[in-house]
């Protein structure tokens, strides 16, 4: 279940992308201790693209931070978004080896679209990720399954070659199996999603020119530039948590897996802003900033006892300007809301055993200590 993103943003008229001739298409060295791979394209047609918002991003039921990249290609100017058809590329050579054939949105009022999910391996630890293709190539969509469907597959691709288009926004992500994140304290929470381990910044599996476009056109300027979802520390309130006996990031139910969930990290944007992400509050996944915005979540431990965040709205602005959505801004941060949304309290009583109680609707001023209702959440 991916987040599909429907606004309606505008278009750099400069193109950032110049293609590669055949003689520069020698995208794999070994490195002597496993295999290592060179992306000499970008993910796609990077000229319609207005903006890449970074890896981690929270939003709705992506309760923990969010393992792929969006890449923004939308048109205000046009009155027909639809317009805009984004080549989608093959960064370097490899398989197709995998497509789900996504039919409809989950939700109570289902929404019939027609996209799809695909997976290239470029070699046997390295893959693309793409998810939200709109179309697939001719000789992709031969062996593509129904709606609704999912296939297993092997079709070879070259470095540069169209695979798809999409219209608005896609999904991607690399995964290399090579690489273990360090901020997940407990890999074995995300076995539904085995990848998420082994997710680390795209950008930097691209060659210096396209890394240098990929990062002009990217929201965030902090390093990793391409973003970062792994915030654990153990020991420390800071990084993602599960409510205790709901099976980690599977959840208990696949049309509600996030409910569990608890996320206390930076934003990926600016990431000097504290977020709360909650699963549940007052029945919906929402996220907030932090009032005062503070304490550093990575400086709370046992040892500090019982801690208390006023939850506020906040919003991207530009210098004093809020930011429109629409437009490619480096440099952006966030401003908390005044008005209090509610508190929640939050106690680590084990390294890996956290206490906590959303108290919605309130301040701080109406709010003691835990009561019957406090939770427990573990790694």
């Known amino acids: 279940?991916?987040?599909?993103?429907?606004?309606?943003?505008?278009?750099?008229?400069?193109?950032?992308?110049?293609?590669?001739?055949?003689?520069?298409?020698?995208?794999?060295?070994?490195?002597?201790?496993?295999?290592?791979?060179?992306?000499?394209?970008?993910?796609?047609?990077?000229?319609?693209?207005?903006?890449?918002?970074?890896?981690?991003?929270?939003?709705?039921?992506?309760?923990?931070?969010?393992?792929?990249?969006?890449?923004?290609?939308?048109?205000?100017?046009?009155?027909?978004?639809?317009?805009?058809?984004?080549?989608?590329?093959?960064?370097?050579?490899?398989?197709?080896?995998?497509?789900?054939?996504?039919?409809?949105?989950?939700?109570?009022?289902?929404?019939?679209?027609?996209?799809?999910?695909?997976?290239?391996?470029?070699?046997?630890?390295?893959?693309?990720?793409?998810?939200?293709?709109?179309?697939?190539?001719?000789?992709?969509?031969?062996?593509?399954?129904?709606?609704?469907?999912?296939?297993?597959?092997?079709?070879?691709?070259?470095?540069?070659?169209?695979?798809?288009?999409?219209?608005?926004?896609?999904?991607?992500?690399?995964?290399?199996?090579?690489?273990v994140l360090t901020g997940f304290v407990n890999p074995d929470s995300y076995q539904v999603e085995p990848w998420k381990i082994h997710t680390p910044d795209p950008f930097d599996y691209f060659d210096a020119t396209i890394k240098s476009q990929l990062i002009e056109k990217c929201l965030r300027t902090a390093e990793p530039e391409g973003g970062k979802i792994d915030y654990d520390i153990d020991g420390r309130l800071i990084g993602s948590w599960f409510k205790e006996n709901t099976n980690g990031y599977a959840g208990l139910a696949q049309d509600n897996y996030w409910v569990g969930h608890l996320s206390v990290v930076y934003n990926s944007i600016d990431p000097e802003h504290i977020i709360v992400s909650l699963g549940s509050y007052n029945n919906q996944a929402r996220q907030f900033g932090v009032k005062s915005n503070s304490p550093d979540p990575a400086d709370v431990s046992v040892a500090t006892g019982q801690i208390l965040y006023e939850l506020v709205d906040y919003d991207y602005y530009d210098g004093d300007m809020r930011w429109d959505r629409e437009s490619l801004v480096k440099g952006l941060k966030l401003r908390n809301s005044d008005f209090v949304q509610g508190v929640v309290l939050f106690q680590l009583i084990e390294d890996r055993k956290l206490k906590v109680e959303i108290f919605p609707d309130t301040t701080a001023a109406g709010v003691g200590t835990f009561t019957e209702n406090a939770m427990i959440y573990v790694r």
């Open 1 to 179: 279940m991916k987040f599909l993103m429907n606004i309606i943003v505008v278009i750099l008229l400069i193109s950032m992308f110049s293609g590669c001739t055949e003689t520069e298409l020698t995208n794999e060295e070994d490195s002597g201790d496993g295999e290592s791979i060179i992306f000499y394209y970008p993910p796609v047609d990077l000229s319609k693209v207005v903006f890449i918002e970074p890896m981690g991003s929270m939003i709705g039921n992506h309760v923990t931070p969010i393992d792929h990249q969006y890449y923004m290609a939308l048109d205000h100017m046009l009155q027909d978004a639809a317009q805009i058809i984004v080549d989608v590329y093959s960064p370097a050579s490899g398989n197709v080896t995998q497509i789900q054939h996504m039919s409809s949105l989950p939700g109570d009022d289902s929404i019939q679209i027609d996209d799809y999910r695909i997976v290239i391996e470029h070699t046997s630890t390295i893959s693309s990720i793409y998810i939200h293709l709109d179309t697939l190539s001719e000789k992709i969509a031969a062996v593509a399954p129904p709606p609704g469907e999912y296939a297993s597959i092997s079709v070879g691709v070259q470095a540069g070659e169209i695979i798809g288009y999409y219209k608005g926004t896609i999904d991607y992500n690399v995964v290399d199996e090579d690489i």
